[in-house]
T-cell receptor, first 114, second 116 residues
Framework: EAGVAQSPRYKIIEKRQSVAFWCNPI?????LYWYQQILGQGPKLLIQ????????DSQLPKDRFSAERLKGVDSTLKIQPAKLEDSAVYLC????????????FGPGTRLTVT | AQKITQTQPGMFVQEKEAVTLDCTYD???????LFWYKQPSSGEMIFLIY??????QNATEGRYSLNFQKARKSANLVISASQLGDSAMYFC?????????????FGTGTRLLVSP
């Protein structure tokens, strides 16, 4: 069974530029999560989808971050414009549904904003 | 208020010895789950073990066991017979069932180094 796929693995941009990350969850997984992990910290949930609907985006900085999961499968996370403090690893995870204990994580995208 | 606290920034253990990684949590939700994840230098979060708040017995998965003390609100991870490949960051996380849309809240992690 293929795991959670993410691309790109690394991205370097200048502040005020825009960037997009892509995630393909495990086949059949209804719930998809985007996390931000700043160096030295644990992951922090940015947004949670159930199929193509948003369940929780309370910690998403909506003035610059946006995410979508149009067909209930792949998802993209966008930052526009980027700030220095957005430098982090962005992790995508999926689970069969919201009630499942285990989330499966992708390898992450390491973003550096200069 | 911090929901998950990991007080050990780093731990050292010799190969083949056991090690305990500490985790305390805070919640008013009677229904919750506690998780441990391993994050090697490659960056991927690897699920290790899960304990539900109503589970009567401590969870075990191979060399991993979770020492769940509900009254103390602690969920320590015990790794037996440490291996060099166990060197990684370890994160404790909690999911509240009735509040917070069941999202995972992570601690700050403990870096484990296993020496030969």
């Amino acid at each position: 069974e293929a795991g959670v796929a993410q691309s790109p693995r690394y991205k370097i941009i200048e502040k005020r530029q825009s960037v997009a990350f892509w995630c393909n969850p495990i086949s059949g997984h209804a719930t998809l999560y985007w996390y931000q992990q700043i160096l030295g910290q644990g992951p922090k949930l940015l947004i949670q989808f159930q199929n193509n609907g948003v369940v929780d985006d309370s910690q998403l900085p909506k003035d610059r971050f946006s995410a979508e999961r149009l067909k209930g499968v792949d998802s993209t996370l966008k930052i526009q414009p980027a700030k220095l403090e957005d430098s982090a690893v962005y992790l995508c995870a999926s689970s069969l549904d919201m009630n499942r204990a285990e989330q499966y994580f992708g390898p992450g995208t390491r973003l550096t904003v200069t | 208020a911090q929901k998950i606290t990991q007080t050990q920034p780093g731990m050292f253990v010799q190969e083949k010895e056991a090690v305990t990684l500490d985790c305390t949590y805070d919640t008013s939700d009677p229904s919750y789950g506690l998780f441990w994840y391993k994050q090697p230098s490659s960056g991927e979060m690897i699920f290790l073990i899960y304990q539900g708040s109503y589970d009567q017995q401590n969870a075990t998965e191979g060399r991993y066991s979770l020492n769940f003390q509900k009254a103390r609100k602690s969920a320590n991870l015990v790794i037996s017979a440490s291996q060099l490949g166990d060197s990684a960051m370890y994160f404790c996380a909690m999911r509240e069932v009735n509040t917070g849309f069941q999202k995972l809240v992570f601690g700050t992690g403990t870096r484990l180094l296993v020496s030969p």
